[in-house]
Structures are given as structure tokens and as C-alpha cells.
């Protein structure tokens, strides 16, 4: 029992080492751009099943929805994390 203690205390501190892509603008490794690949690998697939029925289950919709929201976050926290940040002082919102 302590040996699995001692390694889920080892992987709390490490961390679990998964493979990500690199995000092309800021060249470090991002799961929202790894979840934009991969929803975009998996709507092409669906769009490709769609003719060749060779997978079952793969509905086009859901994987569009799935792109979608995978895009947003990829695409607003770029937005959030450009450097050309607008602000609004107190003075301008009167």
C-alpha cells in the first residue's frame, strides 16, 4: 500500500507526461489546439463515413458541434492571450 502511495504522490508531483501538438503562434504544447486537431481529424472521418459507411456510429453533427466548441476555446483564449489587450479605464465607461 505505500508503494502505490508513494507513486501517486511521485505522478501528483511530476505529472502524467501525455503527447500534445505544438501550438504553431506560440510554440508550446496546448490542448486546445490538440483538441482542435483532433475534432478536426475526427469530422473528417465522419464526413468520409458518411459515404463509405465503413465505421458505425459516427454521427456528422455531433462531430461539427464537438469542432466547434473545441475551436472556441482554442480561438478565445487566443484572443484573451494576444498581447494587443484593450482596456477600458473607469473614466470611459461613463
Given at each position: 500500500?505505500?508503494?502505490?502511495?508513494?507513486?501517486?504522490?511521485?505522478?501528483?508531483?511530476?505529472?502524467?507526461?501525455?503527447?500534445?501538438?505544438?501550438?504553431?503562434?506560440?510554440r508550446q504544447a496546448s490542448i486546445?489546439?490538440?483538441?482542435?486537431?483532433?475534432?478536426?481529424?475526427?469530422?473528417?472521418?465522419?464526413?468520409?463515413?458518411?459515404?463509405?459507411?465503413?465505421?458505425?456510429?459516427?454521427?456528422?453533427?455531433?462531430?461539427?458541434?464537438w469542432f466547434g466548441m473545441c475551436?472556441?476555446?482554442?480561438?478565445?483564449r487566443s484572443v484573451v492571450s494576444?498581447?494587443?489587450?484593450?482596456?477600458?479605464?473607469?473614466?470611459?465607461?461613463?
Amino acid at each position: 500500500m505505500a508503494s502505490l502511495k508513494d507513486l501517486i504522490t511521485k505522478l501528483n508531483v511530476a505529472g502524467i507526461p501525455i503527447p500534445l501538438f505544438r501550438d504553431p503562434k506560440t510554440r508550446q504544447a496546448s490542448i486546445s489546439f490538440t483538441l482542435v486537431v483532433i475534432s478536426a481529424l475526427n469530422v473528417q472521418i465522419s464526413l468520409v463515413n458518411l459515404f463509405a459507411q465503413i465505421f458505425k456510429g459516427i454521427d456528422v453533427a455531433n462531430s461539427l458541434y464537438w469542432f466547434g466548441m473545441c475551436s472556441a476555446l482554442y480561438f478565445g483564449r487566443s484572443v484573451v492571450s494576444g498581447k494587443d489587450k484593450q482596456t477600458i479605464d473607469a473614466e470611459e465607461k461613463k
